[in-house]
């Protein structure tokens, strides 16, 4: 998969395809029906199929110091979208100057003049250009007046009525329900960082952990759970079942957020090592205990729990 990451860098090789718009965080199911109506349309042209997306989001350029609420990073979201047979992404930056495009020129000039589109696919929810005053109905008239093609894709539901979105997995996730969150993505929630050095006092209780953060990914409900974990730095390396704790350790020091993540019936040096992290099931939430002992036979009562729903 081709990634354009500014609109100097689009050559006549990236021209012409179809493509799907929108930020895509999470690339969940209701993305998936946008991303594969725009694969219909690209195979019955025989033309390449794109995606357009932003970077940062633009909640995130919007509000700087908001709370971390992303669902991928723009690498994981990339790897997903290469997953599902996108030829080329188009991630453009989104800054100032960006934001300030009026509906008219994204459309006119950005979307069927620069990036030179044959078609476009967009969600019912779909605004764009400055203010977002731009809407689903304006981009498929005005793309009818230049001659080229837009579809607007109405709202994908969940088997009980619920629409899928990135809120909806947001709130999931928060509300410590995996399961939820992936019903909605259509896979586990996966977290990816590269494990940093810690205190090592898992070590002393025979818990050693990997420590992750979340940096501006969304953090879940705090708590333990069942997860699974993948070196991402070995090729063909496999799933690992662990146990991870989400939180500030009220027991034994507070560093902020962390992932703290324990494999399960096995020992390996992560520190400095790329680590993928799929959340699977909730054990229980974050809570202070009185001393290590009693923080030990909890860990050991979660661990066993982890065994148990990962063998299911």
Known sequence: MDIIRSLDAVTPHHTGSVAAIGNFDGVHLGHRAVIGEAARLADDSGGKLSVLTFEPHPRAFFQPDGIPFRLTSSETRAAKLASIGVDILFELPFDRAFAEITAADFVDRVLFKDLDFAHVVVGYDFNYGHRRR??????????????RGATRLDAIHETDGAVYSSTRARQCLMEGDPRGAASVLGSPWDVIGVVERGDQRGRTIG?????????????????VYAVRAKLLDEPGAPWMPAVANVGRRPTVNDRGVLLEVHLLDRQMDLYDRKLAIRFLDF???????DGLGALKAQIESDADRARSLLAG
């Open 134 to 147: 731009g809407t689903p109905e304006m981009l498929v008239e005005r793309a009818r007046a230049l001659g």
């Open 207 to 223: 818990f050693p952990t990997a420590n992750l953060r979340f940096g501006d990914l969304l953090t879940p409900h705090h708590g």
């Open 283 to 289: 054990i229980r939430p974050e809570k202070k205990f």
